[in-house]
C-alpha cells in the first residue's frame, strides 16, 4: 500500500460510535472491548450522495483520535490548510493579524491582450500570440479596504492561526 496526504473540508459532532450506529439505525458489534469509544459524525462535503435522511452529504464515524489527528478547526489552522482553502476559493485570514476585515483570496488565471496593455512596455516579451498570461495569485484585502498582492512571510507560514472567513 502507498500513503496519501489529504485536505477536505468537513463538517462534524461529537458522537461516540454506540450513538452513531443508532443514529445510523444499527447496532455496534457486540465483540468490541469499549462499545461506546469517542468519535465524531463526520459529513464530507465532497464525498459523494448522502447515506441519511437529515443530511445533505454522505456521513461517517471516525474515532476521535483519529479524527482529531487529521482535521483541524477552520479557526486554527495550519498554512497549508489555508492555501488549500484559497485554492477551492474561500477567504482566509489570520487571528494574529493587527487589521480588522483584512483577509486574502486568490485570484484566478487570466488573460489579456498585449496590444491593450501598452502601458506594460513589455509587449515584444510575449510569446502567447499576443496574449498576457496572469497566472493565478493570492490578493489581500487590507484593513484600509485596499487590494495588494500578498506574500506569505516566515510568521505567516509557520502560524497555526489561519482561519476561513465567511
Known amino acids: 500500500m502507498k500513503y496519501f496526504f489529504g ?16 443514529y445510523m439505525g ?8 469499549d462499545r461506546s469509544p469517542p468519535g465524531y459524525l463526520v459529513e464530507y462535503k ?16 471516525s474515532p476521535k483520535a483519529v479524527f482529531e489527528d487529521a482535521y483541524q478547526p477552520t ?16 477567504r482566509v485570514s489570520r487571528a494574529g493579524w493587527n487589521g480588522k476585515g483584512m483577509f486574502l483570496y486568490m ?5 489579456s491582450n498585449a496590444a491593450m ?10 510569446s502567447h500570440g499576443g496574449v498576457i498570461i496572469k497566472r ?18 516566515q510568521s505567516d507560514i509557520l502560524a497555526n492561526d489561519w482561519c476561513i472567513v465567511e
Not at 444499527?26 to 472491548?33: E, F, H, V, Y
Open 7 to 22: 485536505t477536505k473540508l468537513v463538517k462534524a459532532t461529537p458522537m461516540t460510535q454506540e450513538e452513531f450506529a443508532q
Open 26 to 33: 444499527t447496532t455496534t458489534p457486540t465483540n468490541m472491548p
Open 46 to 61: 465532497d464525498g459523494g450522495g448522502p447515506n441519511h435522511e437529515n443530511h445533505d452529504n454522505y456521513i461517517s464515524w
Open 75 to 90: 479557526t486554527a489552522m495550519a498554512f497549508g490548510h489555508a492555501v488549500e482553502a484559497l485554492k477551492r476559493g474561500m
Open 107 to 111: 485570484e484566478e488565471q487570466t488573460t
Open 117 to 126: 496593455e501598452r502601458h506594460l512596455g513589455l509587449k515584444e516579451h510575449f
Open 136 to 153: 493565478s495569485h493570492i490578493m489581500m484585502l487590507t484593513a484600509q479596504d485596499d487590494v495588494v498582492p500578498w506574500l506569505a512571510s
